[in-house]
Nanobody, 123 residues
Framework: QVQLVESGGDLVQVGDSLRLSCAAS????????MGWFRQGPGNEREFVAY????????VYADSVRGRFTISRDNAKNTVHLLMNSLKPEDTATYYC????????????????WGQGTQVTVSS
C-alpha cells in the first residue's frame, strides 16, 4: 500500500513559478512509475507528466512541455513538479499518482493517488 501526499499548491500570478511535491507517507515509490495529473473547474482529470522508476526520460502533455519539469528523489521517496511560466489555464487541482506499470496517460492505470493540491494562476 502506498499513501501519497501532495503539497506546494498556491495562488500565483501569470508567469510565476511553483514547485509541487509528492511524498509517500506510507510505502515506497522507488519501484513505481509516477505521474502528475490535474483537474480544472468543470474539466476531466488530465495527464500532465510522467517519470519512470529509474532509467528513461519523462513524458509531458503537449500543454506543459517546455514549461514543466518532473523529477524524483527515490532516496527521499518524493516526486516534484516544477512549473514555470504559469498561465491561467494551468489553474487546477494537481494530483500525484503511482503506477506499477510503465508509462501511461490513462488514469485507470494508476493504482495510488494523493488527495490533490490546488494551484490557482491569477491574471
Amino acid at each position: 500500500q502506498v499513501q501519497l501526499v501532495e503539497s506546494g499548491g498556491d495562488l500565483v500570478q501569470v508567469g510565476d513559478s511553483l514547485r509541487l511535491s509528492c511524498a509517500a507517507s506510507e510505502g515506497t515509490i522507488d519501484n513505481k512509475g509516477m505521474g502528475w495529473f490535474r483537474q480544472g473547474p468543470g474539466n476531466e482529470r488530465e495527464f500532465v507528466a510522467y517519470i519512470p522508476r529509474r532509467n528513461g526520460g519523462p513524458v509531458y502533455a503537449d500543454s506543459v512541455r517546455g514549461r514543466f519539469t518532473i523529477s524524483r528523489d527515490n532516496a527521499k521517496n518524493t516526486v516534484h513538479l516544477l512549473m514555470n511560466s504559469l498561465k491561467p489555464e494551468d489553474t487546477a487541482t494537481y494530483y500525484c499518482a503511482a503506477t506499477n506499470g510503465g508509462y501511461s496517460w490513462r488514469r485507470r492505470d494508476y493504482a495510488y493517488w494523493g488527495q490533490g493540491t490546488q494551484v490557482t494562476v491569477s491574471s
